[in-house]
């Protein structure tokens, strides 16, 4: 049976990027326990539209955990309270009757707000831009044990695949930092056969991308602990290691075409 919660809710308002913006408290009765965190959030809009005024903006898009666009900051945390779940899975059953919400956007400078709930993720485009891919043609399906990929390290590979780009983990991390999203980017394709032809351009190229745009890493950890997909910080060590590699690689590689 459901429950109906009557919620007071402290929301980020900012009329673009360069306004400065407030928290307005919204009250919102009326909301069913078993409603997830983004229909809470079209409830509250429609009262406000039928109010005339102006609704909240925030992202989404797939609403099933999938395509990493529903990016909030709730009573602190990125995704909420649940651990290894997306805001648009995140269900009203784990807020109580009467409680205060905060709901913000990713603070991080290298996502600035385009309006209310809404951010510019797009620093992390330049970083998969710059070498998240396989330049290869890949022509036509070929038999499935025609490359033999060991167990382990198709699985470790699909792990870091599940990356859902969301930029939790860079809001989470007081540096501001992207090597949780990065190393993951880089692990799915170095891992595999198919990535090894690029596999010392790509690191580099990645690493000094997300360098430009985001904070270091200094090994605090929260990044892994917002992932609502539960992407280890074992692919930075990962990344590190091929970054250090790609400095010799990559020089030995330009000194054979220069010579
Ligand atoms: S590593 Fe996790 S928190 Fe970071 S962008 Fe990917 S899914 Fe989101
Ligand atoms: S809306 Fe797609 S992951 Fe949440």
């Not at 308002?13 to 983004?38: C, N, T, V, Y």
């Not at 270091?216 to 992932?227: D, F, K, L, P, V």
């Amino acid at each position: 049976m459901s429950t109906t919660l009557h919620l007071k809710l402290r929301i980020w308002r900012q009329d673009g990027p360069s306004a400065a913006g407030h928290f307005e408290d919204i009250d919102a009765p009326g909301i069913k326990d078993d409603m997830s965190f983004l229909e809470m959030l079209d409830i509250v809009n429609e009262r406000l539209n039928a109010d005339g005024r102006e609704p909240i903006t925030f992202d989404h898009d797939c609403r099933e955990g999938i395509c990493g666009t529903c990016s909030l900051m709730i009573n602190g945390q990125a995704h909420g309270p649940q651990r290894r779940t997306a805001t648009c899975q995140l269900h009203m059953r784990h807020f109580h009757d009467g409680q205060t919400v905060i709901i913000e956007p990713w603070r991080a400078a290298a996502f600035p707000v385009v309006r209310d709930l809404m951010v510019d993720r797009s620093a992390f485009d330049r970083i998969v831009e710059a070498g998240g891919f396989i330049t290869a043609p890949s022509g036509g399906a070929p038999d499935a044990n025609l490359i033999l990929v060991p167990k382990p390290v198709a699985d470790a590979a699909m792990d870091a695949a599940e990356c859902i780009g969301c930029g939790a983990c860079v809001a989470a991390c007081p540096n501001g930092a992207a090597n949780l999203f990065t190393a993951a980017k880089v692990a799915h394709l170095n891992l595999l056969p198919q990535g090894q032809p690029e596999r010392y351009a790509r690191v580099e190229a990645m690493v000094e991308t997300m360098e430009e745009h985001f904070g270091s890493c200094t090994n605090h950890g929260e990044c892994e602990q917002a992932c609502p997909k539960s992407i280890s910080i074992d692919v930075i060590a990962l990344m590190n290691a091929d970054y250090v590699r790609s400095k010799l690689k990559n020089r030995r590689k330009l000194a054979r075409v220069h010579t």
